[in-house]
């Protein structure tokens, strides 16, 4: 033991002063790793799903902003194209997209279009790939892949302080390396990537642009009226709102009842049905029945009464 406090006493009065102290900020509140930290004193690189000089900041669930979905349809969309001076293609490609690789069949001929989405759809950058091989040489084994992105991970993010886009990524998030192609086989072998598509493309933002990011409550969006799911892009809202049913044969009584402990008066209604601010179908408490627009009554029988002036009021 009093050796392990001799060793202490060494480092803590021999060592540069820095190197005992805390480097980076905070220490990147262990979310982060400290790089360079005899530079400056060093910066943070933080996890995925954390940002900011300390990685203090988490990421909110992120997603396409659905109303900009609605009319920009296109998603981030690259080709990468493979090749050589001679021999065929052999061996592996590395495809990476925003800090995460992929190992890929350089033979195009064995990398047709499922493989290689299914290749793609391992990486941890991207939450769904397609990938359609357009062109084959045969003799040479090498081709061209059409990549489309769409969709990427929403919480955590594949992002941090050094890595982010905002669903339209630039070229330099993409690279392929031949390193790993045989080169017995293949004379200069080479790939690169290129751009496809780069418009019309909606914005895949935190809480999808219909929410608030609440960082302090642990990267959570508090969403606008409307919009909902954890980032705020779900705009689904096709379920009942009050739902009655009844199973029993038997059923003799009411399914839905009102009652007021008051006279009859026009100065209120049983019910009233609204589309935005204007009544559309109201039972007032005098028995008027007062609807607003088209009516269809099929398979019955009713009569038509002539109104005061007062009451269509």
Not at 187 to 214: K, L, S
Not at 252 to 258: G, Q
Request: proline share 4%; hydrophobic share 35%.
């Amino acid at each position: 033991m009093w050796l392990w406090w001799i060793a202490v006493f060494f480092v803590w009065t021999w060592l540069p002063h820095s190197s005992v102290e805390a480097v980076c900020p905070n220490w990147c509140n262990q979310r982060g790793i400290c790089a360079d930290p005899h530079i400056n004193g060093g910066h943070c690189v933080c996890e995925y799903g954390f940002t900011g000089d300390d990685c203090a900041q988490r990421y909110c669930p992120m997603g396409f902003d659905p109303e900009q979905a609605r009319t920009l349809t296109n998603r981030r969309t690259v080709r990468l194209e493979t090749g050589h001076l001679g021999g065929v293609m052999q061996g592996r490609l590395e495809f990476t997209f925003g800090g995460a690789s992929v190992v890929l069949e350089a033979d195009a001929t064995v990398m047709d279009s499922a493989l290689c989405t299914y290749i793609l759809s391992g990486l941890k950058s991207i939450r769904q790939v397609t990938c359609e091989r357009e062109t084959v040489n045969r003799d040479g084994r090498f081709g061209a892949y059409r990549i489309t992105l769409i969709d990427f991970p929403s919480f955590p993010p594949y992002m941090n302080n050094y890595i982010y886009h905002n669903g339209n990524p630039a070229r330099d998030a993409f690279s392929c390396d031949v390193t790993q192609v045989d080169a017995e086989q293949a004379i200069g072998p080479y790939c690169r990537v290129t751009d496809v598509v780069t418009d019309g493309i909606p914005a895949f933002t935190e809480c999808a642009n219909h929410g608030e990011c609440q960082r302090l409550a642990g990267g959570k969006c508090l969403c606008q009226p409307g919009y909902r799911g954890a980032a705020c892009d779900d705009t689904r809202d096709h379920d009942d709102i009050a739902v009655q049913s009844h199973v029993g044969p038997f059923f003799a009584a009411s399914l839905v009842k009102w009652q007021v402990q008051r006279t009859e008066h026009a100065e209120f209604n049983v019910w009233n049905a609204q589309i935005g601010p204007v009544n559309v179908t109201s039972l007032r408490g005098d028995r008027l029945l007062r609807h607003r627009g088209a009516m269809v009554v099929e398979n019955a029988s009713f009569s038509v009464v002539q109104l005061a002036a007062d009451d269509l009021a």
